[in-house]
């Protein structure tokens, strides 16, 4: 079952008013039903809030070593891999910096290597970025295949299936992006229409306001794709659903649940950027400061940028390389954390609307041995 995922077919049980019945009816005998099996982290039962959030973080806690280790050794992939571009793309221009930073009268020409570089640099990272979330985000949903059940897992194997499942998912961002983005260039295109016509009318001061309402306009429509497209990646997953079809299965459990979904997603939104703000804003005050604020008109320039943050930093130079080695790990583990906990409670709110829908909960307690 762990490889041939959670298909629609064979999971739709018997059907209550609120959902699949217990074993003796809606109500079992004299009203009393039996307590749902619980084979993991969940009970195989409509779930709670608090069951939402118990199950994310138990999970995290049993399963952390496959889950933060997959997670970890995909970002330190992404890491290495954007160092090695950044490092070839500095390298292919080492002279042209040189030769730029030394001039009296720098050029465009001059420049040209160097933006070049830089802009081929950025887009392989974003393409590699884009690669390494998909991966990310398909690994919660692996390891929660697993802790759903109360099974084991290794690392190896949330490694495989997570890469199996990255394409589709990867499909299914790309796709995100350019259904968010329809919406954003007609409020682009509106805007710029706008303010021609303000412009023509002369009256330019009705611009900030008429844009601030577009902006109301098209805020809810993005969120609304958001929402209905937030179970798509564990769709992906435990279902081993390419992109179309994921993003169709989304929308149709997602349906007639949208606030439901909308309003736990959004408080799983601002506890991770509380949480996040938390660990990281003490950061912000501790790092060193600069000994020089520029270069005097009397100071030659900089060799290279190496020679630049010695000039201004002087003897706090070590601190600063600490500070900021410092600083990317807790931004990489508060990144590994939210991506995990937000995923966790997405893939637990679809398998929540499933086992309301579908009947999921008595599939799942026949493969955990418990029927």
């Known amino acids: ?76 992939l992404l890491l290495a891999a954007a160092a090695g571009a950044f490092a070839v793309a500095y390298l292919s221009v080492e002279d042209d910096w040189k030769v730029l930073i030394h001039a009296d009268e720098p050029t465009w020409a001059m420049a040209r290597p160097i933006a070049i570089s830089v802009v081929v640099a950025y887009l392989v990272l974003m393409l590699l ?12 949903p692996v390891v929660l295949e697993h802790a759903v ?30 259904l968010i983005a329809i919406p954003i260039a007609l409020f682009f295109l509106v805007w710029v229409s706008l303010i021609a016509l303000l412009v023509a009318a002369e009256s330019p001061l009705m611009a900030p306001g008429l844009v601030f309402l577009l902006g109301l ?44 979904t909308f309003g736990i997603l959004l408080l799983t939104w601002a506890m991770v950027a509380v949480g996040g703000w938390v660990v990281q804003i003490p950061l912000l005050f501790a790092g060193p400061q600069p000994s020089y604020d520029a270069y005097g008109p009397s100071d030659e320039p900089p060799s290279d940028i190496g020679e630049f943050f010695t000039h201004v930093y002087g003897d706090a130079l070590p601190g600063l390389w600490t500070y900021l080695i410092l600083t990317v790990v807790v931004a990489l ?22 086992i309301r829908r579908e009947g999921l909960g008595e599939s799942l307690a026949r493969a955990a041995g418990h029927q």
Request: glycine share 14%; aromatic share 12%; with cysteine.
């Open 1 to 76: 079952m762990a490889h041939q995922g959670w298909g629609p077919q064979g999971s739709n049980g018997p059907q209550g008013p609120n959902g699949p019945q217990g074993p003796y009816g809606p109500y079992g005998w004299g009203g009393w039903q039996p307590p749902p099996p619980r084979p993991g982290v969940i009970p195989l039962a409509p779930l709670g809030l608090g069951a939402v959030y118990s199950g994310a973080f138990s999970t995290m806690g049993r399963y952390a070593r496959q889950l933060f280790g997959a997670m970890g050794a995909g970002l330190a």
């Open 217 to 260: 306009l098209i805020l809810p429509l993005v969120m609304w794709l958001v929402v209905c497209f937030s179970f798509a990646p564990a769709a992906a997953v435990l279902e081993s659903a390419g992109p179309v079809t994921a993003l169709k299965r989304s929308f149709r459990l997602v349906r007639g649940a949208w606030w439901r």
């Open 149 to 178: 059940l109360g099974r084991r897992t290794t690392f190896g194997a949330v490694w495989r299936r997570a890469w199996a499942r990255t394409p589709s998912v990867l499909g299914i961002t790309l796709l995100m992006y350019l």
């Open 333 to 354: 583990v508060v990144q590994l954390l939210a991506t995990a906990f937000t995923q966790m409670v997405s893939t637990l709110l679809y398998i929540d609307q499933r």
């Open 129 to 140: 970025t884009l690669l390494v979330n998909s991966f990310l985000s398909a690994v919660s």
